[in-house]
């Protein structure tokens, strides 16, 4: 290419002709997704977050439900992002809202002449809205002098200077004794216009003297320790600082909705009042239900809980804590079939996209057989149930509650194993940062028990703080046993995907396929050398086919490429098993008894 720049004179020149194959990277299997409750924050729509910090300065603090201390505990074990989706019951599409539904709190405000001008509402639902105090005011800001006289029914005036008056801005045009408004549709250097549909209906003179000031008004909205104050601040669309549009680009605190007043201007602009609350917030839980947090799919514009976060596609894992409050509202089978229809869902999302993970709260309970009985309910390579609770310090000041489902934990483990070793390694022997105590002590014989059954469970050592003690799935299929082994073939899949765009549309012929082949090829190579696969040579730990037998006429006609790719995945050792031979006096090892 260096050669090719240095090329004079006018020509035809061959180009490189460099593959356009680009290596395989690893794809990033670190990213968790989990729908909950919050006290505020943006219902049923992802946000990416990249710190603790971060979910509460979107979501609050609140010790209503399991969100909040899964988040905390995922980045405490070493997570660096996830997404949330937070849910409440609302009305479906065509439903009317009720009273329990969740809602923003909001305030009506009223004009001049009494008549509803603007509807103020809280950047989202909840009774956090309710707290929000907020004031108008009415100003002046730039004033000029009138330079050449003007007729009854004028559309434009000559004035001294136009600075500070912009498009959009309602303006007060007056003299000793009377007074116009018009709002300016264009502004030159040393000229106004207005419509003529609001032509002016007195005559004023230069010499009057005869004034024109732009007329604003400004919003203070206040929660706790924020402010928020917008000066300058419009009613006609035409404006730069139409209030709707501003508050709604920059606050953080309140949405403005135009209720387009039929008060003549200046009479529509809000009332200045002492400041009040927004009233009517509610935030949805007492009637929140499993289909809430399910969700639906309507398409890109209408999706909701699980669904939404479906539509993620950097979500590798998934966790919804939250789910066990079914039990706190309405124990018994109801809970169960709540609690069923969610998890369900989960692993439904997680098989039919075949790219992430799900991780499974089990309910709080003591009897260990009921917890080998929900496990036989799911049978997928795609989740892993994860038993007991963990006692942990509540995520808010003075919160009480302490005792949590341990998935929001174990899903930074997850991304801490995937940091420090890679997918391949069994997430397991770790110890669960954040955790003070477990909500269960379970003996050796119930850790088999449940191991053999497939259920991960924490175990506390002293010393060695709690840690997760077991890498199953909930797969009935050998093959399939193991975490690492399912979380390997996901990041393969999701790496080969991203890392094989560029074949799309190339020549479906043996120069495209020996590329690919060397391509995947170096990839898996590397994945062999961290330990990812079985094998003492590259050969015996993975093959790459893509050729004339896997690509016949028949398929290529159909516009398809078929690459075969096959690995030996390396297994944890579960199970470390010693032989202890003692040597007495003189005895050589091999008469030795073994123990």
């Not at 289909?291 to 950097?314: I, N, S």
């Not at 049978?379 to 942990?392: E, G, K, M, Q």
């Not at 105590?437 to 506390?460: C, I, K, P, Y």
Request: aromatic share 8%; hydrophobic share 40%; proline share 6%.
């Amino acid at each position: 290419m260096n050669a090719l720049r240095e090329i004079r004179p006018p020509g035809v020149y061959p180009a490189s002709d460099e593959a356009r194959a680009t290596p395989l990277s690893v794809a990033d299997t670190r990213v968790a997704g989990f729908v909950g409750l919050a006290a505020k924050g943006p219902l049923d729509e992802p946000r990416r977050l990249g710190s603790w910090n971060e979910f509460v300065e979107i979501y609050g603090q609140s010790n209503e439900g399991y969100l909040g201390r899964a988040v905390e505990g995922f980045f405490l074990n070493g997570g660096k992002t996830c997404f949330v989706v937070r849910v409440a019951h609302r009305p479906r599409p065509g439903e009317l809202a009720g009273p329990d539904h969740a809602a923003c709190g909001e305030r009506i405000v009223k004009d001049g002449w009494e008549k509803s001008t603007l509807r103020v509402r809280a950047l989202n639902e909840g009774r956090w809205g309710n707290a929000i105090w907020v004031r108008f005011e009415q100003s002046t800001s730039a004033k000029t002098l009138l330079t050449l006289d003007l007729d009854v029914g004028a559309g434009e005036a000559r004035v001294n200077s136009a600075r500070g008056f912009e498009r959009g801005a309602l303006v007060r045009i007056f003299d000793r004794e009377n007074s116009d408004y018009v709002v300016l549709t264009e502004v030159d250097d040393r000229t106004l216009r207005w419509s003529s549909a609001t032509p002016i209906v007195r005559r004023y003179r230069a010499a009057g003297p005869t004034y024109l000031e732009v007329l604003e008004f400004e919003l203070f909205a206040s929660l706790k320790d924020r402010r928020e104050v917008f000066r300058g601040l419009q009613l006609s669309p035409l404006s730069r600082r139409y209030a709707p549009r501003v508050i709604n680009e920059q606050s953080q605190l309140v949405r403005l909705e135009d209720l387009r007043s039929v008060s003549p201007a200046p009479h529509n602009l809000p009332q200045a009042e002492p400041a009040a609350k927004l009233t009517g917030g509610r935030d949805g839980w007492e009637a929140v239900a499993a289909d809430d947090f399910v969700g639906f799919d309507h398409g890109p514009e209408a999706r909701r809980g699980l669904m939404a976060l479906a539509a993620v596609e950097q979500v590798a894992m998934l966790a919804i804590p939250d789910a066990m409050l079914s039990y706190l509202r309405h124990p018994g089978p109801q809970a169960d079939r709540d609690v069923q229809h969610i998890q369900d869902a989960m692993v439904t999302v997680c098989e039919n996209l075949k790219d992430r993970f799900a991780i499974l709260d089990m309910p709080q309970t003591r009897d260990i057989e009921a917890v080998k009985r929900w496990r036989r309910r799911v049978s997928s390579s795609f989740a892993a149930f994860y038993f007991p609770w963990l006692n942990v310090g509540g995520a808010g000041e003075g919160s009480a509650a302490s005792r949590v489902p341990p998935s929001g934990h174990i899903a930074g483990v997850f991304a801490r194993c995937d940091t420090q070793h890679g997918s391949h390694k069994a997430p397991a022997n770790e110890v669960i940062a954040g955790a003070s105590g477990l909500s269960l002590a379970l003996q050796d014989d119930h850790l088999g028990a449940l191991n053999t059954e497939g259920v991960n469970t924490m175990r506390s050592f002293p010393g060695r703080g709690i840690r997760v003690w077991g890498a199953r799935t909930t797969s009935d299929d050998p093959s399939w046993r193991y975490v690492n082994v399912r979380r390997l073939f996901i990041m393969l899949r999701r790496s080969i995907i991203q890392g094989t765009q560029w074949v799309v549309f190339e020549p479906n012929g043996p120069a495209t396929w020996e590329v690919l082949n060397r391509a995947i090829k170096s990839f898996l190579g590397e994945q062999w050398k961290k330990g990812a696969f079985a094998g003492e040579s590259a050969e015996e730990a993975f093959f790459v086919k893509c050729d004339e037998e896997t690509n016949p006429p028949a398929l290529r006609d159909q516009g398809q490429m078929l690459v075969e790719i096959g690995v030996a995945p390396s297994l944890p050792a579960e199970f470390i098993i010693f032989t202890v031979v003692q040597t007495m006096g003189d005895q050589g090892a091999e008469g030795a008894p073994a123990a």
